[in-house]
């Protein structure tokens, strides 16, 4: 399980270049993609190369234990970051793992433990949330079942809701400080930190692109800003 550069290419490991340097197999989220990182470090892509993501996860998962009891190893990445987290790779871990085949995950970069750092919110714990659900009602009680919590918080979202999120998660849990990251890594590359509430009032109206990591502070009186509702 090999993580990628979630934007900067230049973010791969050595150790990640020599993997897929030496694997047999390579399963990758999506192809074109990954042929780009290949093509930035020179490495040769391996004779069995195939796409394995959410859509083909039962049928890509098969073809990979086929290829692992042929004694062949297989190295498998995702878009950008490290496999499983909030992208595909999990089932195939189980499966792996219950048959007795070793896993070996290489660290790298994770859009998670970028935006936490890069918040300036504590990091000695913290409660990573992934996608929260698409619906009101369902993304209300999301957010309820942190609302005590003291750890800070760590969501992923779509540039096209998360206005919304914001504007929800003031309601839920108080106009709490929080950092909105932006594009991490990349050119164009913008971290928002501040309340809840200037938060929703600078994503109102604005076209946001690519990848949203958001960081929210645990239920703690010196992070929120009392008497300032987001609603």
């Not at 470090?41 to 049928?59: G, L, M, R, W």
């Not at 189980?94 to 660290?107: D, M």
Request: proline share 7%.
């Amino acid at each position: 399980m090999v993580a990628t550069p979630i934007g900067n290419l230049e973010d791969l490991t050595f150790r990640a270049v020599q993997i897929f340097s030496r694997a047999d197999v390579l399963a990758c989220e999506d192809t074109r993609l990954t042929r780009k990182i290949f093509s930035r470090y020179q490495v040769p892509v391996p004779k069995i190369f195939f796409s394995y993501h959410e859509y083909n996860e039962e049928a890509a998962g098969q073809k990979i234990l086929r290829l692992l009891e042929q004694g062949k190893t297989v190295a498998l990445c995702t878009d950008a970051g490290t496999p499983t987290v909030s992208d595909p790779g999990y089932r195939i871990v189980v499966s792996a793992i219950e048959r007795g085949f070793p896993v070996e995950a290489i660290p790298g970069p994770s859009a998670v433990t970028t935006a936490l750092v890069a918040s300036g919110l504590p990091t000695s714990s913290f409660t990573f949330k992934g996608f929260p659900p698409k619906k009101g009602g369902p993304r209300q009680k999301f957010l309820e079942m942190e609302k005590d919590s003291p750890h800070t918080l760590v969501f992923f979202e779509s540039p096209k809701r998360v206005a919304v999120f914001l504007e929800e998660a003031g309601a839920v849990l108080g106009n709490r400080l929080a950092c909105l990251c932006l594009e991490m890594t990349k050119l164009h590359q913008e971290i928002v930190r501040g309340y809840l509430k200037e938060l929703v009032e600078w994503s109102t109206g604005r076209e946001i692109k690519g990848e949203v990591t958001l960081v929210i502070s645990g239920n703690n009186p010196k992070f929120e800003k009392p008497g300032n509702d987001c609603l």
